[in-house]
């Protein structure tokens, strides 16, 4: 395979799977009947909800989940691949996972991932996230086969984790992905130039459908649905918070092209820290 259309699907997922399915369900239609054989949908697409107490009462176990029920009826009607960003998955003893669910074009799950880095953080203005009280992490990175393109599953906070997506490019990944729901202060700070980063890093595209707008539960986030070519140059974006589709031509050629002309991947060394502080310390004087 020379060239993939792909697509991002940017929604603004509310309190009820149902209707966060009818949305999702639109989108992917019309990134589909643009020609895209790949698409993403965010992180959280099936609910975005802050009280745990109304997540709790949503969570369903994988194989009662109503947003990959659909999502595997969808890709198979569609003969697409069709990678669902992230959705709440019941795990029992009353947490969740965020996980990523990758559909063929049989419909059939081609891979899963659980978000392996929980957003724990105080950020300004009063702005606090605990996602390690509701969702349990995840232990194993992932890969997916896409008919010969393989493609290295991360999500939101992941994109933090450069080693993360290094292992991942390591492990063959030309595509990377890092859908997410960033809030809209860290999203201006730092979304551009940490998927740009992750993509120049390793030589690789990097596709990450986001959540934007003011959500049901009064969160906010940033928006810009992202696709970014492997020599960090943005070849897709959409251009603020409101849902929609963005789609791209990949030439899967430019992956081996980067990585010859900067091939940091090969030349990497293992090396050991030292303490100068310590060596001082054991010093003698003559």
């Not at 890092?178 to 120049?200: K, M, N």
């Amino acid at each position: 395979m020379n060239e993939l259309v792909v697509a991002a699907v940017q929604m603004r997922s509310g309190v009820t799977p149902e209707a966060n399915i009818a949305v999702m369900q639109e989108l992917v239609r019309e990134a589909a009947s643009g020609g895209a054989r790949y698409v993403q949908t965010p992180e959280m697409t099936g609910a975005i909800q802050k009280d745990r107490a109304g997540l709790q009462r949503i969570l369903k176990p994988e194989s009662d989940d109503p947003v990959l029920r659909a999502a595997s009826a969808l890709a198979d009607e569609l003969g697409i691949c069709l990678h669902i960003g992230s959705t709440a998955i019941d795990v029992g003893g009353g947490m969740a996972a965020n996980r990523a669910v990758v559909f063929g074009s049989d419909g059939s799950v081609l891979g899963r991932y659980d978000k392996i880095h929980m957003f724990d953080v105080d950020l300004d203005h009063g702005e606090s996230w605990r996602e390690s009280a509701v969702y349990r992490p995840g232990e194993v990175a992932r890969t997916v086969d896409l008919d010969g393109t393989t493609l290295g599953l991360g999500i939101c906070y992941d994109i933090r984790f450069p080693h993360l997506f290094r292992d991942l490019a390591l492990a063959g990944a030309e595509i990377l992905t890092a859908p997410a729901a960033f809030t809209r202060q860290t999203g201006e700070a730092h979304w551009h130039v940490l998927q740009r980063a992750r993509a120049i890093e390793n030589g690789a595209f990097m596709i990450s459908a986001a959540q934007g707008g003011v959500h049901e539960d009064g969160r906010e986030t940033y928006g810009h649905s992202l696709i970014v070519d492997p020599w960090g140059r943005v070849i897709a974006e959409a251009k603020g918070s409101e849902p929609g589709v963005i789609v791209a031509t990949l030439a899967l050629e430019e992956v081996k092209i980067a990585r010859a002309r900067i091939p940091n991947l090969k030349n990497a060394r293992s090396y050991r820290i030292e303490s100068e502080l310590q060596s001082a310390k054991g010093a003698q004087v003559a």
